[in-house]
Antibody
């Protein structure tokens, strides 16, 4: 079964750092880009950026460039999203998703989501 | 950057109804338009890719059309499990973007 499994929910204080993960299985991890999507409470989906796990090449949305870092470790089949200094406004559900084979930029498999809560 | 605008933002309908949701891009995106369904507390699910291609396993009552800047998602006969929020997303170039969502509710 093709799946992406994300790390568990996190509760952090403003200014703390955080890295969440997304582990792929059931397919060739280096053959498909991984994208990260933010969903703030009660709001819509926002595309944050993507990574090619074969060479760790990344693209970011201007809205998130400089605020997060997307990385990947192909040896462990895991993609990461990290913050160096969290803000309360980073409170959201974060999803990773695999880019499908059928069409460029289509997200065919999604992780279950990681809830990040930032509160003092 | 390309912006996506969906309409309506919310919609009330009954089981068996035919429903259409519209998505407009701020510039031409050819057929690089995808549709997702999201139920509360769940990850989004891909329904339609390349504007009109049905993702494997998705019921045939879902269909998509359009090209350029204007696109539609149609559900031919609403089923109880279809009440959810629907998002369009362009994949023409990065940064990709989603529409704001259309919440489909039971009348």
């Amino acid at each position: 079964e093709v799946q992406l499994v994300q790390s568990g929910a996190e509760v952090k204080k403003p200014g703390e750092s955080l890295r969440i993960s997304c582990k792929g299985s059931g397919y060739s991890f280096t053959s498909s880009w991984i994208t990260w999507v933010r969903q703030m409470p009660g709001k819509g989906l926002e595309w944050m950026g993507r990574i090619d796990p074969s060479d760790s090449y990344t693209n970011y949305s201007p809205s998130f460039q400089g605020h997060v870092i997307i990385s990947a470790d192909k040896s462990t089949r895991t993609a990461y999203l990290q913050w160096s200094s969290l803000k309360a406004s980073d409170t959201a559900m974060y999803y990773c998703a695999r880019h499908g084979d059928s069409w460029v930029g289509t997200f065919d498999i999604w992780g279950q989501g990681t809830m990040v809560t930032v509160s003092s | 950057d390309i912006q996506m605008t969906q309409s309506p933002s919310s919609l009330s309908a009954s089981v068996g109804d035919r429903v259409t949701i519209t998505c407009r891009a701020s510039q031409t995106i050819s057929k690089d338009l995808n549709w997702y369904q999201q139920k509360p507390g769940k990850a989004p699910k891909l329904l339609i890719y390349a504007a009109s291609s049905l993702q494997s396993g998705v019921p045939s009552r879902f269909s998509g059309s359009g090209s350029g800047t204007d696109f539609t998602l149609t559900i031919s006969s609403l089923q109880p499990e279809d009440f959810a929020t629907y998002y369009c997303q362009h994949s023409y170039t990065t940064p990709y973007a989603f529409g704001q969502g259309t919440k489909l509710e039971i009348k």
